[in-house]
């Protein structure tokens, strides 16, 4: 083999959610830009699929008269994630939901999130497995943005959900993954899709949360507040590539002595 070809890598399988599978795993939000120009520019630049949108904020029809994001981010080429940012009760997310799938004609996918205050915007978790178990009967497949709880969790993969998403710290504040250690009991456990959600800051917290073994990270802060949004997404794109490959790849123990390089069995001299 010649020195400068190197095996070819199997692929990734992709993040299948709902029977669906993309090739990106990397999820983005659509709010905070400054335009719809550079919120279009921001999302091909992630190299995102799935988009998600709060129905209560971002037009995608409820305004007729007004600007539509599907208008730059049409359903005909990334999935339409609708969300119930806003929502602090589990009536009125059950209800946002059902009016996205009347907008997005029949759509099933959709992220719950039920929030517990305005302050830290901390998932209430009762209400939250409530809309849930809800939405599931409802014939919704629904991604949940919950506490990295691993019992909270499990009671949502019983009710039947597609994706369970963990914050990693609070909404918007850039913090970083605080827990690794939850977020590594509920991946062990999982027999769906885990996904971070919430706290991202910049690349190095996506690469992490990556080797940790997540299937996916959706961020929205972290690209819209950069002051470069677009190459801030681009950095988050190659962020959750590297730290799948990681992942894939097995790293190396950490050990509390030196491991050499080059062993001292076989010196030359």
Sequence with gaps: ???????????????????????????????????????????????????????????????????????????????????????????????????????????????LEVLGDEKTLFPNMPETLKAAEALVKDGFDVMVYCSDDPIQARMLEDLGVAAVMPLASLIGSGMGILNPWNLSLIIEQARVPVLVDAGVGTASDAAIAMELGCDGVLMNSAI??????????????????????????????????????????????
């Excluded at 994001?69 to 939901?97: K, R």
């Excluded at 590539?241 to 491991?259: D, M, Q, V, Y």
């Design 1 to 111: 083999m010649n020195m400068n070809d190197t095996p070819a890598l199997a692929q990734d399988a992709g993040l299948t959610i709902a029977g669906k599978t993309y090739r990106s795993r990397l999820l983005v939000g659509s709010g905070k830009y400054k335009d719809l120009n550079e919120t279009s520019e921001a999302t091909i630049a992630s190299g995102a699929e799935i988009i998600t949108v709060a129905i209560r904020r971002v037009n995608i029809g409820q305004d007729p008269n007004a600007p539509s994001l599907l208008d730059v981010v049409p359903p005909s080429e990334f999935t339409i994630l609708p969300n119930t940012a806003g929502c602090y009760n589990a009536q009125d997310a059950v209800y946002t939901l059902q009016l996205a799938r009347e907008l997005l004609g029949g759509h099933k996918l959709v992220k």
């Design 224 to 269: 819209a507040g950069a002051r470069d949004p677009i190459r801030m997404a681009r950095a988050m794109k190659l962020a959750v590539e590297a730290g799948r490959e990681a992942f894939l790849s097995g790293r190396i123990p950490r050990k509390f002595n030196a491991s050499p390089s080059s062993p001292m069995a076989g010196r030359v001299a």
